[in-house]
């Protein structure tokens, strides 16, 4: 259940398309990833219920999370319905036979107990920016342990900085520098995991009919600051990121009924490529990806394209560009995307020097 600071924790919604991603990473890879779930917040007005909403949330989830070890679950955005809901989340994962760890925090409320019931495989404390800026965060976490009798050698800490698109390297590295310091005992938690997300909020950023690079703040402050100076460190914490959506960027938002600009949001080594179209109100997105492909696999783009060979998500995005069809909605595009994410990470993080 251990893992080191060569390992990868994506942090992704448990939607359909991230869902099949997790199903479509090379198995080569999947023993160096432990995804953390987490259970989008119920729209009443797309799931009346709980049960429906679950039903829609676990369907195709433990087959796809099969090929790893454990993962993290986390339905703290599930937190306004209630204790039960968060109950709900790990009893039906465990009638599953999925192996998780139950995700929760030292502020939280709605889900705690049932976190702490489904312990048989430890807990994961969320630790959040939020609960940084409040100050005290040492004395808490600590307090929360004691009163829970909790165990660092049993726990997973995930530092979360989360959203950190406002920021530049330098700031996210700084703040890591600031958040990790108020954090006890580093060597004893039986993993240690930091994590943030510096993809944009909105694909507003980029143009219509044109591209953008932005850079990938969180990985370039964990490699550049965190790990460069490991050796002046007590415990380099594993690397973990929102792969490409903003943490806040996709509750209340479904691809099937709802219109939005078709865009390849694509890994470099150091940035994001977001290759932008128009609006799916004004042309289909079944007929704006093939031409989207085409710049990054053929066209002015094309040096930034890694392979078709590289990842499964590599090879689809070639076969639209080559005239493929049935891969032109805006999720088995979030789809590829997250599949040669989460590839890339694993490959930059297998190429680093380790002792």
Not at 145 to 174: C, F, K, N, S, Y
Request: contains cysteine; proline residues 6%; hydrophobic residues 40%.
């Amino acid at each position: 259940m251990t893992f080191g600071a060569d390992h990868y924790v994506p942090v992704l919604k448990v939607k359909r398309g991230e869902k099949r991603a997790l199903a479509l990473v090379s198995p080569t890879l999947q023993p160096r990833i432990t995804p953390l779930l987490e259970i989008v917040e119920r729209k009443p007005d797309k799931a009346p219920s709980v049960d429906a909403h679950l039903d829609t949330a676990f369907k195709d989830l433990a087959e796809s999370v099969r090929p790893y070890s454990r993962c993290f679950l986390d339905p703290r955005e599930m937190a306004p319905d209630g204790p039960a809901a968060a109950d709900e989340v790990y009893q039906r994962a465990d009638a599953l036979g999925i192996v998780f760890t139950p995700v929760t925090g030292i502020s939280r409320t709605a889900d705690v107990a049932a976190a702490l019931q489904y312990q048989s495989r430890g807990v994961a404390l969320r630790l959040t920016r939020e609960e940084f800026d409040a100050g005290s965060l040492r004395p808490n976490l600590l307090g929360f342990m004691d009163h829970h009798g909790l165990r660092p050698e049993q726990t997973d800490l995930i530092v979360d900085l989360g959203a950190v698109d406002d920021l530049i390297t330098e700031g996210v590295e700084a703040l890591s520098h600031a958040f990790l310091f108020e954090v006890p005992d580093h060597s004893r938690w039986r993993t240690f995991t930091l994590s943030a997300c510096a993809f944009p909020f909105s694909m507003a950023v980029v143009e219509r009919h044109s591209h953008g690079i932005v850079p990938r703040a969180e990985w370039l402050a964990w490699r550049g600051g965190l790990y460069a100076r490991r050796s002046e460190t007590v415990r380099l914490p594993t690397y973990s990121d929102c792969a490409i959506q903003h943490p806040a960027g996709v509750e209340g938002f479904d691809f099937r009924t709802m219109q939005a600009s078709a865009a390849v949001r694509y890994t470099t080594s150091e940035d994001w490529l977001l290759i932008k179209g128009e609006s799916t109100r004004l042309t289909r997105p079944s007929a704006q990806f093939p031409e989207l492909a085409t710049q990054l696999v053929y066209g002015h783009l094309r040096s930034y394209f890694a392979d078709s060979g590289h990842c499964a998500g590599c090879e689809s995005m070639k076969a639209v560009a080559d005239g493929a069809s049935g891969i032109g909605s805006l999720e088995a595009w979030r789809r590829l995307g997250t599949i040669h994410h989460v590839t890339a990470v694993v490959e930059a993080l297998a190429r680093l020097p380790w002792p």
